[in-house]
Structure formats: C-alpha cells, structure tokens
C-alpha cells in the first residue's frame, strides 16, 4: 500500500474511529449518571437456603416439583424445614397420602405460597390441620408459591377431570394475587430475579373487545443482553416492560373478579361447593372481595389476621405455624357452621 493509499484509509477510518470513541465516551458518561442516580445492574436474588422445589410447566408457567425437601433453619435455634410433594404436585397432608385414588370425598385447595405452606414443614400447614379435623374427608392441597387467581383456576382445569368426589373446592386468597393476574412489569421482574425459584413464566389474563376475559400463555421478563454489566441497559429494560405491560394494573380488579367466577361456575360443573377463604388482604381489598363474593352467592370466609412478628417465620417473613392455626380454626367452623361436611 502506496502512501497515497494511506492516507485514504486514513480518511476514511478516522471519522468511524471518532464516532466509536464518542459513542463510547457518551455511553460511559451516561453509565456514570444512571448509577449515581441509584440504578444497578441486573441483579438475581439467590436464595442459597433453598432447594429448587418448583419445575417449568407449559401452560401453568411452574409447578410444585415431586421430592421430599428439607431446608436449614431461617434463623438460629429452629428446627430444620421438611416440605414433600407428591408426583401430582400435591403438598403432602397426612403421613400416609401418596396418591389421591381414595373413595373419601375430596376438600381440595388451591392458592399460592400461604397455601402451600412455604417456609413451614408439612404438618405446620393449614390443610394439614384441617386434615385432622375432617378424617372423612381426603384434603388435596395444591396451593403453590407465586400462584395467582389465574394458575389456581388453571390448576383445577387440570386436576378435576381426574379427581373423584370433589366435594369442596377452597381458594386461598391474598392481597397480591390481583396483581399476579395481570402480570405487570414488576411482578415479571420480580419472578425472574427469583428465577432459581423456577418461577419465570407466568400465564395472565387481561379484559378486551367489551370487557371479555382474555387469557394468555405464559411469559417472561424481557432479557436484554449485558444487563447484569450495565445500568443504563438494566434501565432501559425496565422502561421496555413497563410499556410493554402499560395499562394491565387498571384491570387487576375486574381481571380478578372475572376469574374467580370462572372458578364458581368450574366447581359447580364438578358438583363441588366453592369457598373463598380471604388469608390476608388490605381492608379496602377484603371488604370489596367479601362483598362480591356474597352479591355472586359464594361462600366467602374471612380469616385475615396482621401478620405481626410472631406470626411469621423468623428470617424469612412467610405465615408460621402459629398462623397457619388460626386460619385452619376459623376455617374448620366455617364449614362446620354451613354444614358443608354433609356428603
């Protein structure tokens, strides 16, 4: 290459070096004002107490995973945390349960971690202990961490037609789960910093064309490459979701309503009586719900009691046992009282 030659490649090359070193320069400038603004990095939780209890499911997003699980003490000095699914997904009830092939009519719940017992060993849940209160009645507990009213009612789509004498269906509700319907940015965002937890992908529901119930397949957190290296990449990921679910939040009430009729209308096609315990929810949120459920003629049963310090699992924050008592109390009379054990 002739000097001539040179100094054109010279030319040519040195207004794309320029746009590269400013491009770099403005880049690394707005990385420094993104994080002294506060924004970080993609940052996943770890949760290093934890076995991975939870496995992908096409249309539920997650499913409790088949194991016997023990889990370390959340705080000094307790005892060490056993919780056992069946292959059905089923959190164990009773010593003896392995399958639900069993001629005892069938107390089924669905609902989410307070359901599930997370954090607790199986005999301190409450379908545990309503287990032992009703002895003729076989209880299926099929709450799972992270569920909304959405996986619930997808949940009961998938076992019914398997299950014989499915005489009570309860719903475990909390505050959140109207949230969970809709699947807003936040709540993907927080699924997907748990991802170890195996909760990513998330079926919703929104309302659409005249305010009909529309369902969708699961989805996950966009994931943008070289977020968990850069805020400024991080940040405009968030701003994606955000107006990628823009909209879905003024919906979570109606969206919930909808599906919980949906799981009215599904008990009945199975002859089941359906129940709404309320386990803790807002006072605006309980009073609404309560008064719904009752203009809808459900059978709605509120158990919500403050989740004070000891009424939580220490080091960790979910229901103890203790809690989980009080609900299975006020539950046990409220069956009791409408007579609901009648078969």
């Known amino acids: 290459m002739n000097i001539v030659q040179t100094n054109r490649l010279r030319r040519a090359l040195t207004p794309v070096l320029l746009l590269l070193i400013s491009s770099s ?53 307790e005892d060490e945390i056993r919780m056992t699914f069946l292959d059905t ?46 002895p003729s009645f076989e209880v299926l507990n099929y709450g799972t961490g992270g569920y909304g009213t959405y996986q619930s009612l997808l949940t009961l789509e998938h076992i019914l ?31 997907a910093k748990h991802s170890r937890r195996s909760h990513v992908f998330l079926p919703y529901a929104t309302v659409e064309n005249g305010n009909l119930l529309t369902r969708h397949k699961p989805a996950a957190y966009s994931a943008f ?25 003024d919906q979570k009430t109606l969206v919930t309503e909808k599906l919980v009729l949906e799981m009215q209308h599904l008990a009945a096609e199975h002859g089941s009586q359906f129940v709404i315990v309320l386990l803790y929810a807002g006072e605006k949120t309980r009073m609404h719900f309560r008064k719904f459920s009752e203009d809808n003629g459900m059978l709605t ?43």
């Not at 299950?163 to 109207?178: A, D, L």
């Open 25 to 77: 320069l403005t880049i690394a400038g707005a990385e420094v004002i993104v994080r002294l603004l506060g924004h970080q990095p993609w940052q996943p939780v770890i949760h290093i107490n934890e076995p991975t209890t939870h496995e992908f499911h096409s249309t539920l997003g997650w499913v409790n995973k088949a194991g016997d699980y023990h889990f370390a003490p959340y705080s000094p000095g």
């Open 89 to 134: 997904g089923l959190r164990r009830t009773h010593d003896e349960q392995s399958d639900i092939r069993d001629d005892r009519a069938k107390m089924i719940f669905v609902g989410g971690s307070f359901t599930q017992g997370l954090a607790i060993s199986d005999h301190e849940t409450y379908p545990w202990k309503l287990q032992k209160h009703f």
């Open 161 to 191: 037609p398997t299950i014989s004498h499915p005489r009570i269906i309860v719903y475990g509700f909390i505050g959140h789960h109207v949230i969970r319907n809709i699947a807003p940015s936040h709540w993907l965002a927080s699924l």
């Open 225 to 249: 490459p070289f977020r968990e290296t850069f805020a400024i990449i991080a940040l405009v990921e968030r701003a994606f979701m955000k107006l990628k679910t823009y909209g879905r939040m």
């Open 301 to 343: 049963v509120d158990c919500a009691h403050p989740l004070t310090e000891e009424m939580v699992v220490k080091g960790e924050g979910h229901p103890n046992g203790a809690m989980n008592s009080k609900w299975a109390s006020c539950i046990e009379d409220f069956i009791d009282k409408h007579t609901l054990t009648i078969q």
